[in-house]
């Protein structure tokens, strides 16, 4: 029962690079999102997805997007990377929106 | 604007001893809530929740308490374990509407042995 995988663990990017953040559930959770932490604070929501086809924004959508193509894959897509994109990326799922969310173990991503 | 909000960063405890978290809201149409525990290098892990048709929810160390008219929920753990040590964080099911994060920043707790 792999839960909620997130790939890769670890990135560095230089400033101005794309890359794709895997996110893959194996729950058949209907909802899904993307948050972001940076150092001291909450977590921010990124994208969130209500189903596949399905996708909304959250609170700092600004330099990311996304698409669900299928029940179990969530990508998270970074175009131009920026210094300000360097947090620590979670991608969750949910059965329904008021119930508890499942986490992936996280990306550590650097822009440099 | 933050809906959630844990006003403490760290606490710090001693084994054996009660460690209660704090957490104010502002928007009374939530009625659950939830705490995520989150170790290093780990994602948040569901802990324990609360429906605001309860003012309390018990789950063996951990208990939650919810004040309706204060806005307000704590949670309690005793008695406290170094296994504990972690950042706990409140949050509130995501509202659609706003598209707004529903996680306090999280309280760091250290339970010294």
Not at chain 2, 19 to 32: A, Q, R, V
Request: hydrophobic share 30%; proline share 6%; aromatic share 12%.
């Amino acid at each position: 029962n792999a839960g909620v995988t997130q790939t890769p663990k670890f990135r560095i990017l230089k400033i101005g690079q794309s890359m794709t953040l895997q996110c893959t559930q194996d729950m058949n959770h209907n909802y899904m999102y993307w948050y972001r932490q940076d150092p001291g604070m909450g977590l921010k929501l990124i994208y969130y997805s209500v189903g596949a086809g399905i996708t909304d924004k959250g609170e700092v959508p600004n330099g990311y997007n996304v698409s669900r193509s299928t029940t179990e894959d969530f990508p998270l897509r970074l175009e131009l990377a920026a210094p300000s994109q360097t947090s620590v990326y979670f991608c969750a799922s949910s059965p329904f929106l008021s119930e508890k969310l499942f986490f992936g173990s996280g990306t550590q991503l650097s822009v440099l | 604007d933050q809906q959630v909000k844990q006003n403490s960063p760290s606490l710090s405890v001693q084994e054996g001893r009660i460690s209660i978290l704090n957490c104010d809201y502002t928007n009374s149409m939530f009625d659950y809530f939830l705490w995520y525990k989150k170790y290093p290098a780990e994602g948040p892990t569901f802990l324990i929740s609360i429906s605001s048709i309860k003012d309390k929810n018990e789950d063996g160390r951990f208990t939650v308490f919810l004040n309706k008219s204060a806005k307000h929920l704590s949670l309690h753990i005793v008695p406290s374990q170094p296994g504990d040590s972690a950042v706990y964080f409140c949050a509130a099911p995501l509202n659609t509407n706003a598209g707004k994060s529903t996680f306090g920043d999280g309280t760091t707790l250290t339970v010294k042995p």
